[in-house]
């Protein structure tokens, strides 16, 4: 079992930044995966960003203004969100995935809203 808690959304004016950050605890060692997803009112979850220890990932919509990072522990995992845009308010929640049985935990999410 892994527990995830997420932190930081808020509101924010377009153009402005935030930086999300996902505790992890539990089975931290069975980690894989770790992410970001978005959910907007009335849309299907999206990706962001995953990471893993070799590699980044991020939806073409955030590329170069998004970067995802974690600690080397695996015990949290971050989002910074630059020139933040009104298309990328919504529920934004942490996600991992473990190495072999390929399980998905997910945190209970934090809300960001973009607007002046």
């Known amino acids: 079992q892994v527990q995830l808690v997420e932190s930081g959304g808020d509101l924010v004016q377009p153009g402005g930044s935030l930086r999300l950050a996902c505790a992890a605890s539990?089975?931290?060692?069975?980690?894989?995966?770790m992410g970001w997803y978005r959910q907007a009112p009335g849309k299907q979850r999206e990706l962001v960003a995953t990471i893993t220890s070799s590699s980044t990932n991020y939806a073409d919509s955030v590329k170069g203004r998004f970067t995802i990072s974690r600690t080397d522990t695996k015990t949290a995992v971050y989002l910074q969100m630059n020139t933040l845009k009104p298309e990328d308010a919504a529920v934004y929640y942490c996600?991992?995935?473990?190495?072999?049985?390929?399980?998905?935990?997910w945190g209970q999410g934090t809300q960001v809203t973009v607007s002046s």
């Open positions: 539990g089975s931290i060692s069975s980690i894989d995966v």
């Open positions: 996600n991992v995935v473990t190495r072999y049985s390929r399980r998905a935990y």
